[in-house]
């Protein structure tokens, strides 16, 4: 017993450690986030703000529209997210599941495209949303990222993961290729369709360069972007900077929070498997 | 020895019932190879059109067949652009994805704050790149930055992140591990709810140690989820890009021993105008990508465990 | 039960973002007026541009203008340096470029040959933007192939910035506007202060910032008259880049590894530099510093007086949907009333000559009238365009070694004006 406690205390520790680590950037940006731009510039810096005052607060979001912000941001990523959770869960089914003619040379396309950097696809992207006359929009914010080729891929990997034996029950039972995917294993890769949405939701939400390309007015603006709007040429106000970093999170968080209990603790395995 | 016939899938003779199901399947993938034919293809196939031209500023491209390459591989930039990227990717990859596996592993586990933990390790996914790199850039100041002071309790006398060449790729591993770890720690902890508490049970009862059901049982049967995390894993370390540009300038001592290809792409085909070269630079990292990817896919079959 | 958490979580981010949008004050709707157009066409035009801190100023002149055409009303958009020129360049190509477009310098050349930017030599020729008002080397910064295509938005120039109080505690005299180089080494010395890790002076390896206007303080040069021959090999130009680094080399000065520890800024912001050449554009920054008592000189006298002095410029999309209505509001922008506005914004020196003393009444702590003296001797950019910036990554390759004290300084001149004249062939 004593054995198992050692191991315990020293897989803790660890964990918090680790924790510590992971969370440093953080303190240290909320503690800026209080300071005067004097404070924040010292050196040798100064560790805590001489006072606690939301005044940074207050004027960031005084300049910046952060409600059209949330607002927009929300929109693309809501879209994004259904587009690429629906489309890849159905791609991926059918790459891990379906037989058909040039299933490996249009799986190695779709791949194709995570295997160059982003910046590629700018110019490109902007001809097709410039003639389609969607500049400055919402529609324009969530094309790029409506189909999703690394949810397809992951999904891919999740569905080639569970047991045969289900499907074959299906087919005997009479099932149809669709109903066999919606209503039986699809259930089965929750963990991986949140996943897919998590991740679609973060990249939305940090693409920086893309909205500040296609969209013109400030109020189309999404988080990521509004925030730069804070850097000078030459000068930063780094408290403000921090203290908007901050509120553009809370919503991440908060769905973070409660989605990783659901897919974490929620799916239920007991049974279907072994 | 049974000798294996090859047999012809019976899935793709092409029978009225089989072309029924390839209906489905092509509607299936539909969406997404539209997209990405649309989105993406285009500009994976004009990258490598304009390698082949001249394309400087707003002027016509000009057709140079493979001069862009010929300097490509006779330019010492390149070359050492090649060699950072895989400092970082060696850094980062198995670091990272292992410290992934164990702490998904651990929080998956009956331990105490798992829902705590599983937040603090995901906050650095969700944080402002700006903000990010900024921060990272006073932690790391040689003189006045959190972690040099932290390091001087312990008597040691922390390096010079930001300044030295030695050190500087280390930094952006370190800011590159630190971002990417919660991510691919979900995607694990996804991978493991799919493996069933039975076989644990199971592996108890015949007295299998922690490090055995790790690797006898989690290992095999996250395999799929696994193999997505490192193939995704290398193809974002050899893209790196972001953190460098925010936390490096082109004059700084460190610069040459950080700048990336997708940096040196970005500086001919946007700071130069020099589409050309600049797309020879990235047809060159897309292949090589491409080759790592291939040669990984292909191990596959000897390690990831697919419910076949 | 899971699906409701779903759900609930799903309302609480949505009344967030509303619950903020109601607290957050969008004054950002501004500058596109809702001015009803009484008869004739209601005509918008859209500008571009990079530093926020300008915008205020920007949108004042936009007013001015408005003021006097009512049917136009005026956007101004602004894009982070970083992303500026890839969003330019996206648009130009696509065909959307705003209709006034400031531009840069170094930039101009690929966009005007490009196609993409209207020849404004008329107005330049006019009365109300007339080119004499104007620093000449900064329109013909802007002149492309025998044409204008800028119209003069500002002037940046570089002075002595020194700390006040680090001077008092050691007892030196101030710097004066009339400095010779052996007074800012001797200066240097006496405050550099190792123990306390304080230095004299910024020796930066930062071309517009430092050593192009040591370099021109000597006479050298960096690239011939006619731009096709390197010429940091130059006698007056080593001898110059001698004197730029010893300030490193005696220890007067932070070195590049320190810098990319701490900005040059960071290092007078702070108090641990007591002498900084910086541009006009940093004033605002370092009067934000509490602690920062500064005051500015004009920059040393080598053989000469010599200082960076650039401008922006506002040019118009060729592509435009109101051609008469850009120009008109170019040419606007381009007059005395406009740069007045935009002297009185304070965020930078208009180039107007004689619109530039609101710009130094409004500096209170300090007598900002060395940055407009400037005028009189400056030097532009050495125009290290993008169809040569390839010269700029051999000076970041090399020049990096000479003021890490790796490379000799007449060696490292010679290695640069070498390759730097490859790139030019």
Redesign the interface.
Known sequence: MKHKKRKNILVYMALIIMAFIMVLPFIWTILTAFKTQSEALQIPPQILPSSWSLRNFKAVMEVLPFGKFFVNTFLMILFRVLGSVFFSALAGYAFARLEFPGKNALFAIILLQMMVPGQIFILPQYMIVSKLAWLNSIKALVLPGIVSTFGTFLMRQFFMGLPRDLEEAAVLDGCSIWKTFWKIMLPLTKPGLVSVGIFTALFAWKDLLWPLIVNMSIDKMTLSTGLVNLMGQYSVDYPQLMAGSLIAILPMLILFLFFQKQFVEGVATSGTKG | MIRKKKVK?P??TLTKRNIK??G???L??A???I??????????V??IYYSFHEV????DPEFIGLENYARLFSDG?VFRALKNILVYAVITVPIGVT?SLL?AA?L?AK?KGK?F????????????????A???K?????????INQILETFHISGP?W???GSMAMVSVAIVGI?SM???NM??L???L???????YEAAEIDGGG?VQKFLKITVP?IS??L??VI??TI?SAL?V?DTI?MM?????????AVESI?YL???Y?????NKGYG?AI?VL??VI??AI?GVQLKLQKKWVH??? | MKKYKRIFALLLTVILAFVLGACGNSKNDGGSGGKQASGGEKVELKMIFWDSNQEAGLNDMAEGFMKQNENISVNVEIVPWDEYWTKIQAAAQGGDLPDIVVMHPDQVETYASGGVLMDLTDILDGEVANRENFPEYVVADFRVDEKDYGIPKDIGTLALYYNKDLFDEVGAAYPTNEWTWEDLSAAAEELTDEAAGIYGLNADNNGQNFYWNIIWQNGGDVLSEDGETCTFDSPETIEAMEYAVSFVEKGYSPTPAQFANLTADEYFESGKSAMTFAGSWMLTEYQSVDELNFDVVELPKGKERASICSGMAFSVSANTAYPEEAKQFAEYLGSEEAQLIQAQSGAAIPAYSGTQQPWIDQFADFDAAPFVKVEEYGHTSPGFTASTSEATAVLDEYMTQVFSLELPVEEGMKIITDKINETLK
């Open positions: 899938n899935r793709l199901r390839w489905y399947a092509y299936f993938i969406p997404t190879l997209g990405v034919l649309v989105l993406n293809l285009w500009g994976i004009q990258s400087k500023g707003f002027n930039e410290l702490l651990l998956n331990i829902g933990f599983r937040c603090i390790y995901f906050l650095p996914v969700v944080s402002a790149p700006a903000a990010v900024l921060v990272w006073w932690l790391y100041n040689k003189d006045f930055g959190l010079d930001l300044g030295s630190w770890l919660g991510y979900i995607l902890l996804a991978g709810q799919e493996v069933p508490k039975e076989l922690a049967l799929p989820t193999f997505f193939v995704t193809i893209q890009f540009f490096f300038k082109t004059s700084s001592p460190a610069f040459s997708v792409f970005y500086r085909t946007f700071t130069n105008y797309s990235v990292l897309f990508i491409m990817t697919y419910n076949d």
